[in-house]
RNA sequence: CGGGACAUGGCUCAGCUUGGUAGAGCGCUUCGCUUGGGACGAAGAGGUCGCAGGUUCAAAUCCUGCUGUCCCGACCA
């Protein structure tokens, strides 16, 4: 299906693979479930982990590396970790021609193997990340949404008590939300996971979901309060002020390379992916507009020249001088692959002292444009792309928000074309998730940080008004 | 894992019903002509038809199994 066609009937699943494909960001591996990433996919892998990286270190966290085996039995050493990952682990049985004595897991998440070095180190590391890939086992794959082995980042933290780990957790998340918003100009929301919803092994996870333009929300990174649940089957133990030795309180948090499929399926139109200027592997691309057979010199030298003025100022720029290749065909690669910015130079515009620009997020074309103070228009034209996306987003979520008092009107939400969230009170009962799941294949994304609603809104399975309920949004999710 | 669809040059697909020497368009190579949004003409290269079996004188085509992708469920980040 063309993405055209995927577009126009909100056809999502294929929609993402045919601008996953075309955008040459990825491509299927010979592995079931498995993809490659090519580099124009990668780099952009590259550019939000330069940004979050960053962050991650800003507050306080190392980088280390942690194997890729972890022994079976580390696993099963608390219970609800192995019962939520056990089903989707690959297992290595066989090594060096035979059978081993001790089964590994490819880690599916690096809680176990971490607690056990922590248990060694805990005097002298308790912030720590790594970046790494994981493999969980999945029944069904979608490119960068779901693949069986994704890369990630996931922050171990050990607290001294239960109020800093908490903290922590919060502290995290929010700088996930920084991510989101500034960089990958996604709007998201923060909420705590339901119980059933909750990380395998946590106390209480919290979430950043973000909605989809196809409707459907997403959950983009996580970030866990794990309690003393690993602490107390490791035994991670510290001395406390009372010179007792107490097991300590730890935090989890990720987000993976799922946050790539979150910016395609989050931005892009009718031609293809659009990115934000900030995590663009090319932020400009110039295309200069050859004759063959003709003298190019003046217009390649002006195209150089903008190159490094651009370059100098620390953008990323594409300066495509293929001479084969017609500039309509050139056009229409970038526009696919989502650059936010295209500066088209040919001999007319030299000696008219000007330029074409050509903005992707609103594919507006703008001829005659003066290079004298060109560079200063396109800085600014970038964050004004930058800052476009996230209001377009938030626009966008904001129409698809509805709030429901009861089940009968997330028929008109759920059912409907358009989806979205439903915000909505609830009592806690799980029968709500029963009726989510079975009757509108829906579930509860979150119970958000920020509630909206009045405290006299009812219960949207019981109808009362109890200072018990809690706020809810939910939505049909990846 | 259940139901459905698909797998044919680099890409998009036709051919399969009714078995008989593998096709088109795009792309690629060369030449000519063109050149500011996917130009045109001519010549040419390129495919063990997803994999493995089976039926047949003969299989892209019929049958069986497997693998992968997509869709709908279940499950899950």
């Given at each position: ?9 909100n ?22 479930g ?22 991650i ?15 079976e ?50 005097n ?18 979608r ?7 994704f ?40 909420g705590?996971?339901?119980e ?17 333009r ?46 790539i ?36 010199t ?17 953008l ?69 792309i ?10 966008y ?12 009107e ?15 009170m609830?009592n ?16 509860i ?7 909206e ?16 309920n ?8 990846y």
């Amino acid at each position: 299906m063309s993405i055209d066609n995927a577009v126009k009937e909100n056809n999502a699943e294929s929609l993402l693979s045919d601008i996953a494909i075309t955008a040459e960001l990825a491509d299927y591996s010979p592995v079931k479930g498995c993809m490659v990433i090519r580099p124009y996919g990668y780099a952009i892998w590259e550019n939000i982990q330069r940004i979050l990286d960053k962050m991650i270190k800003d507050t306080g966290h190392e980088n280390a590396y942690f194997p890729l085996l972890v022994p079976e039995s580390f696993l099963q050493k608390e219970a609800e970790h192995v019962e939520g990952f056990a089903p989707e682990c690959a297992v290595v049985t066989h090594a060096g021609g035979k059978e081993l004595s001790e089964r590994y897991v490819i880690r599916p998440t690096s809680e176990t193997i971490i607690n056990h070095m922590f248990s060694k180190w805990i005097n002298s590391y308790r912030k720590l990340n790594q970046w790494a890939n994981v493999m969980r086992w999945e029944m069904r794959t979608r490119l960068f949404l779901r693949t069986s082995e994704f890369l990630w980042q996931e922050g171990h933290t050990c607290h001294a008590t239960h109020e800093e780990s908490k903290e922590e957790v919060i502290k995290m998340i929010h700088v996930y939300e920084d991510l989101l918003h500034n960089y990958l100009a996604l709007p998201i929301h923060i909420g705590e996971k339901t119980e059933s919803e909750r990380f395998a092994g946590a106390v209480s996870t919290f979430s950043i979901e973000a909605l989809m333009r196809d409707g459907k929300a997403l959950q983009a990174g996580t970030s866990h309060d794990l309690g003393q649940n690993f602490a107390k089957a490791f035994d991670t133990t510290f001395t406390d002020s009372e010179n007792k030795l107490v097991h300590v309180w730890q935090t989890s948090w990720g987000v993976s390379t799922r946050l790539i499929g979150a910016v395609i399926m989050g931005h892009h139109d009718e031609v293809g992916l659009i990115l934000p200027p900030k995590i663009a592997p090319y932020q400009v691309v110039i295309i200069p507009i050859l004759k063959k057979n003709l003298d190019n010199t003046k217009v390649l030298n002006q195209a150089k020249l903008f190159h490094k003025e651009l370059t100098d100022l620390g953008l990323r720029v594409k300066l495509d001088d293929r001479e084969q290749i017609s500039q309509g065909i050139k056009f229409n690669e970038y526009e696919q692959k989502g650059v936010p910015l295209r500066l088209v130079i040919g001999e007319r515009d030299l000696e008219n002292g000007c330029v074409e620009l050509h903005r992707r997020d609103i594919r507006s074309k703008e001829k005659d444009i003066q290079i004298a103070g060109l560079i200063e228009r396109i800085v600014r034209l970038l964050d004004e792309i930058q800052s476009g996306l996230f209001t377009r987003a938030l626009e966008y979520r904001k129409e698809n928000t509805k709030i429901v008092k009861n089940i009968a009107e997330l028929d008109s939400v759920l059912d409907s074309k358009s989806l979205g969230f439903a915000r909505a009170m609830w009592n806690g009962d799980v029968e709500l998730e029963r009726i989510l799941k079975e009757k509108f294949s829906a579930s509860i994304r979150c119970m958000p940080l920020r509630p909206e609603l009045p405290s006299d809104h009812p219960c949207i399975i019981s109808g009362t008004v109890s200072p018990q309920n809690r706020e809810i949004l939910i939505a049909k999710a990846y």
